[in-house]
């Protein structure tokens, strides 16, 4: 396991301290857990949980282009 050293004001020194007590969990377990919580590379489950669930919601292909077929470009 390997071992990291954190620089911490006071104030969030106290933070942590009190969030890991509430949690009855080690200051070092608590810093752990929220790493592997926002460090993901994965959607939360109750986002992933919320797709289709807007039966209303305009999607981009269902909506019809306001532009014409052919829009001529700008030259530089």
């Not at 301290?17 to 070092?28: E, R, Y």
């Not at 919580?37 to 909506?63: I, N, V």
Request: hydrophobic fraction near 45%; include cysteine.
């Amino acid at each position: 396991m390997s071992q990291i050293t954190l620089y911490l004001d006071d104030t969030t020194q106290a933070l942590v301290t009190q969030a890991a007590q509430a949690n009855g969990v080690s200051k070092s377990r608590w810093v752990a857990d929220i790493i592997r919580k926002y460090a993901t590379r994965e959607w939360p489950q109750d986002c992933l949980a919320l797709a289709g669930s807007f039966a209303d919601f305009p999607l981009r292909e269902a909506q019809p282009s306001t532009l014409p077929a052919n829009v001529p470009r700008l030259i530089f």
